[in-house]
Nanobody, 127 residues
Framework: QVQLVESGGGLVQAGGSLRLSCAASGRTFSRYAMGWFRQAPGKEREFVAT????????YYADPVQGRFTISRDNAKSTTYLQMNSLKPEDTAVYLCAAVVVSNSEYYRTRTYEYDYWGQGTQVTVSS
């Protein structure tokens, strides 16, 4: 079992930046691939970004490519999502997720592939 707690959300103007954090506790953090997802009211949960166990491989959804950066600090059991050039359409609850992987370079992009989820943190971007 691993517990995930997100933080860092808030209200920001369009063009601004936020950094989200996801703190993990429980089992060995470094064996997990991590992902960030988001869910806006009335919409399906959607993939945002993922990072491999080693931190060496990342992958982003097209809408955030070039604006968001995912990273992790295994020593601190924490995953980050740096969000720059925010747009009103980025408004959503952002959730982090974890899944055990067998290879340090694997990551996952689909909601159903993840076993553990945080409660989420609200990000609101005003125009």
């Amino acid at each position: 079992q691993v517990q995930l707690v997100e933080s860092g959300g808030g209200l920001v103007q369009a063009g601004g930046s936020l950094r989200l954090s996801c703190a993990a506790s429980g089992r060995t953090f470094s064996r997990y691939a991590m992902g960030w997802f988001r869910q806006a009211p009335g919409k399906e949960r959607e993939f945002v970004a993922t990072i491999s166990w080693s931190g060496g491989r990342t992958y982003y959804a097209d809408p955030v490519q070039g604006r968001f950066t995912i990273s992790r600090d295994n020593a601190k059991s924490t995953t980050y999502l740096q969000m720059n050039s925010l747009k009103p359409e980025d408004t959503a609850v952002y959730l982090c997720a974890a899944v055990v992987v067998s290879n340090s370079e694997y990551y996952r992009t689909r909601t159903y592939e993840y076993d553990y989820w945080g409660q989420g943190t609200q990000v609101t971007v005003s125009s």
